[in-house]
T-cell receptor, first 116, second 110 residues
Framework: GAVVSQHPSWVICKSGTSVKIECRSL??????MFWYRQFPKQSLMLMAT?????????EQGVEKDKFLINHASLTLSTLTVTSAHPEDSSFYIC????????????FGQGTRLTVV | AQRVTQPEKLLSVFKGAPVELKCNYS??????LFWYVQYSRQRLQLLLR??SRESIKGFTADLNKGETSFHLKKPFAQEEDSAMYYC????????????FGAGTRLAVHP
């Protein structure tokens, strides 16, 4: 159990367009969802935390209007990269905590975004 | 501010050698510490957490609050242990953020 599905696995888009990445918890309710960004050979940089029933809390330096996070339900969170630019190209990873299973986080497989 | 430091980017050992991956943290409260592992072409997965005090795949980690460390150890490395290891810290209040260290790549050679 505790599977997190992230879609798409990879996407290529043109500069100026918007891209939506979905993160679903398949067999559990997620009390908290995290969105991370990972640059090549670097660690996961926390972008935002979304707790159940609350809006996403963004980390310092992450533009809220650029990276729109919607925690639509306890099983779905979306990250929309608006007006994408080549510098937004990166690996985006979502993670979720399971209701009743404490603080362990389960990770999606990640989405490789390339903006051309 | 919360911070997780993994000083080594790469740790290269031979099979059967002991392994210690270092992790230090800074946090004003009482954090929860984890080690996550990422094998090649796989997603991140939990290896162990300090509150469990268990050994997973031969790995152990002890939380040392005095030294603010949570080093990962294994007495005899195996080739299948080769992976990327991330130390992570979870807040125990507030937004319950989960933040990661830079990661250490462990390479175990035959």
């Amino acid at each position: 159990g505790a599977v997190v599905s992230q879609h798409p696995s990879w996407v290529i888009c043109k500069s100026g367009t918007s891209v939506k990445i979905e993160c679903r918890s398949l067999d559990f309710q997620a009390t908290t969802m995290f969105w991370y960004r990972q640059f090549p050979k670097q660690s996961l940089m926390l972008m935002a935390t979304s707790n159940e029933g609350s809006k996403a809390t963004y980390e310092q330096g992450v533009e809220k209007d650029k990276f729109l996070i919607n925690h639509a339900s306890l099983t779905l969170s979306t990250l929309t990269v608006t007006s994408a630019h080549p510098e937004d190209s990166s690996f985006y990873i979502c993670s979720a905590r399971v209701r009743g299973r404490g603080t362990e986080a389960f990770f999606g497989q990640g989405t490789r975004l390339t903006v051309v | 501010a919360q911070r997780v430091t993994q000083p080594e980017k790469l740790l290269s050992v031979f099979k059967g050698a002991p392994v210690e991956l270092k992790c230090n943290y800074s946090y004003s409260g009482s954090p929860e510490l984890f080690w996550y592992v990422q094998y090649s072409r796989q997603r991140l997965q939990l290896l162990l957490r300090h509150i469990s005090r268990e050994s997973i795949k031969g790995f152990t980690a002890d939380l040392n609050k005095g030294e603010t460390s949570f080093h990962l150890k294994k007495p005899f490395a195996q080739e299948e242990d080769s992976a990327m290891y991330y130390c992570a810290l979870s807040e125990t209040g507030g937004y319950n953020k989960l933040i990661f260290g830079a990661g250490t790549r462990l390479a175990v050679h035959p």
